[in-house]
């Protein structure tokens, strides 16, 4: 956390000023007494807290130890669930390697395509240009998620989709597939889309790396004579590893929670073919009523997601960006 | 390449055709070559969208993919019939959690930031753990507490939880402001007469406009986009979120797609007004995602 310091806020000041020895004498009722109307302010938040954030949290953690159908008495089950889940569900063990290969390419792709896009424009002379770029890369992210992902599986359409139009145009038409359709290329298609990767956030986290690293640092080595791409690998990376590492968790957080897009894709399939855990954890819920099995999954990914958010925290600071 | 190409830089005030020129001319050609080559790639699924949008069946099957005259722009107005019901939900959905979630967040916040009472640091750990919990756990007993209180299907099973959810980030980010804000200036107001809540309303609150708008935008953004969870929850067409409204539209008009990419389209329009006149706040807001702790 980044507010370890805790300013004596001006309030307090006036009030112990007028009344230092007292506050020191003050007991806890006192006290609380004091700033009873501060608690009042509290009062909506945590009341909505606690009822939707807070009780659903426990009530996860907890039934994920249940046999729990909807309409039934809760049955105990200890670790009976994880047990399945890890040792009997095949199709969750098959999820587990699906979401790897998205999570990979994500980290993959964060890492290349929007650097590289940084560094172009960054390395632009005019700043006027380099706000063009810069407001252009970032428009696409203001089209709500759902139209981008809509559009895809219009461009992977089998008969009317834009890549088997292209396929045709180039003259490979044995290549033309019904992309999400087939259980061959339905992972793939899920995987790589959104070509050509560029995320307009992405890129302006590196771009604001990159505006960090000092004028003299620049100078410098092009004095040296280390310029182009020698300087980017010598200087501009190195430099900027706190804006990879934060990228690269927000990459991989972004791909354990990335299982809207599939559910809007392919529903997982054809048959499981692209089924990732958190589609699973839905389908388990919502289709077949199975809520504490499908609690145990969002368990795991609780586990997995607090793993990473942690290490975020701890090697990302905030000063880094 | 030269040596001095990676030099920043002055803000030099020159017309637009002018500065393309020189920038042309100064060996910077080979940049804008590839961000041109990467940005016609990410407008392309857009571009073809609006050019789809203005076909009939039969141009669509003949030339997919290239303008054909005469345009049909009346698949606007019947994709309109259908999202513009999609769309007010959302900004009835969005603009009212918006509303409710900064005003608790900055009264919250400012009650963390300016008071130290007993058991601060307690509360707002209370609130900053939520940070770590992600929507996967939460989903399944959430929903089934909706259904307990009776909450289904209606307006309010969208905006209270959203409220509640969005003020936890937002509190975070609010917090770090207003310990910032400088002290004396309360203490003037104070000394002036100014009771508590005339210093927040007053002075508090004007001073921290953007960094309101900056929560509000990301609050937006976020509801804007959800899809579960109204999925989950919301059964009638009447109340449908543009989310899921569009996935049951896609479903319904299948291979109609003049009017399909038109609703598209309009989709898209709101959040892009919004860009249009908020974009410094909206970047920020969009990119504080990214500073999550």
Redesign the interface.
């Known amino acids: ?3 370890e310091e ?9 009030v112990a000023r007028s009344s230092a020895p007292q506050e020191r004498q003050a007991t ?1 009722g006192q ?2 007494y004091r ?1 009873r ?3 009042l ?2 009062v ?3 009341a ?2 606690l ?7 426990f ?3 907890y ?1 994920a130890f249940f046999k729990w159908d ?1 309409g039934l008495q809760p049955e105990f089950l200890g670790l009976g669930n994880f047990e399945k889940l890890f040792i009997r569900d095949d199709i969750f063990i098959k999820s587990l390697r699906h979401v790897s290969l998205l999570t990979s390419w994500r980290v993959i792709s964060a890492v290349t ?1 929007p650097f ?2 940084a560094e ?2 960054f ?7 380099k706000y063009t ?1 810069r ?14 992902l ?6 992977y359409d089998g008969t ?1 989709g ?1 890549l088997n ?1 292209f396929l045709e145009g180039v003259g490979l038409e044995d290549w033309q597939q019904p992309w999400l359709g087939s259980p061959k290329t339905a992972l793939y298609a899920v995987t790589f889309m959104g ?2 990767w ?1 995320g ?2 992405t890129v ?2 590196y771009l ?1 790396g990159l505006q960090g690293i000092s ?1 003299e640092v ?2 410098s ?2 004095v040296d ?1 280390c ?2 791409l020698r ?1 980017i690998f010598a200087i501009d990376i190195p430099l900027i590893l706190g804006q990879f590492k ?2 690269i968790v ?1 990459a991989v957080i972004g791909g354990l ?1 990335g299982w ?1 897009a599939v ?2 894709m392919t529903a997982g399939g054809p048959g499981t073919a692209s089924m990732v855990p ?1 589609l699973w ?2 389908n388990n ?2 289709l077949w009523n199975k ?1 504490g099995y ?2 145990a ?3 795991f ?2 586990v997995l ?2 793993g990473l ?2 290490l ?2 701890k090697f990302v600071k ?1 000063g880094d ?1 | 390449m030269t040596v001095l190409e990676g030099q920043p830089q002055p803000i030099q005030r020159m017309p637009q055709t002018e500065s393309w020129r020189r920038a042309w001319r100064s060996g910077d050609w080979w940049r804008h070559l590839g961000l041109l080559g990467f940005l016609f790639f990410m407008f392309l699924p857009f571009i073809i969208t609006i050019i789809i949008s203005f076909k009939d069946i039969p141009q669509f099957d003949h030339y997919p993919f290239t303008v054909t005259f005469p345009l049909h722009p009346d698949n606007y107005l019947e994709a309109w019939r259908i999202v513009s019901r999609y769309i007010l939900n959302s900004i009835i959905t969005s603009g009212t959690s918006v509303v409710g979630m900064v005003i608790l967040a900055a009264i919250a916040a400012w009650a963390f930031a300016r008071y130290p009472f007993p058991g601060r640091e307690l509360f707002f750990f209370g609130v900053l753990a939520l940070l770590m919990v992600p929507g996967e756990l939460t989903l399944i007993p959430a929903f089934l507490l909706v259904k307990d209180l009776g909450l289904l299907n209606t307006r309010w099973v969208l905006i209270a939880p959203y409220i509640a959810g969005g003020q936890v980030f937002a509190i975070f980010i609010l917090r770090q402001f207003f310990e910032a804000l400088p002290g004396e200036m309360f203490e003037a107001a104070r000394i002036d007469g100014a009771n508590e809540l005339q210093v927040f309303r007053h002075i508090g609150i004007p001073l921290s406009q953007s960094i309101l708008g900056v929560v509000a935008i990301m609050h937006v953004l976020s509801t804007w986009n959800d899809v579960i969870w109204p999925l989950v929850t919301l059964r009638s067409n009447e109340l449908m979120t543009l989310t899921i409204g569009l996935y049951a539209f896609r479903t319904a008009w299948y291979t109609i797609w003049g009017p399909l990419m038109a609703g598209y389209v309009i989709a898209s329009i709101p959040l892009i007004i919004l860009f249009a006149f908020t974009s410094r706040l909206f970047v920020e807001g969009l990119s504080s995602g990214a500073i999550k702790m």
Not at chain 1, 123 to 129: D, F, K, M, T
Not at chain 1, 135 to 148: E, K, R
């Open positions: 956390m980044t507010t805790i300013r004596a806020p001006a309030s307090s000041a006036t806890l006290r609380i700033y109307f501060v608690y302010m509290l909506p938040t945590f909505l807290l009822t939707f954030n807070y009780y659903p949290a009530m996860g953690l039934r909807i395509f590289i896009v172009l424009i390395n632009l002379r005019s700043n006027v240009h770029y407001v252009l890369t970032i428009l696409p992210a203001v089209v709500p998620g759902i139209v981008i809509l559009l895809w599986q219009f461009i009317h834009l139009a070509f050509p560029v307009g956030v302006l986290i604001a004028d620049i100078d080595s092009l004579g310029s182009g300087r934060l990228i927000l929670q809207v559910f809007v958190g954890m839905y819920a919502f809520m499908a609690s999954i969002g368990m990914l609780f997601i607090m958010t942690i975020n925290v905030t960006y």
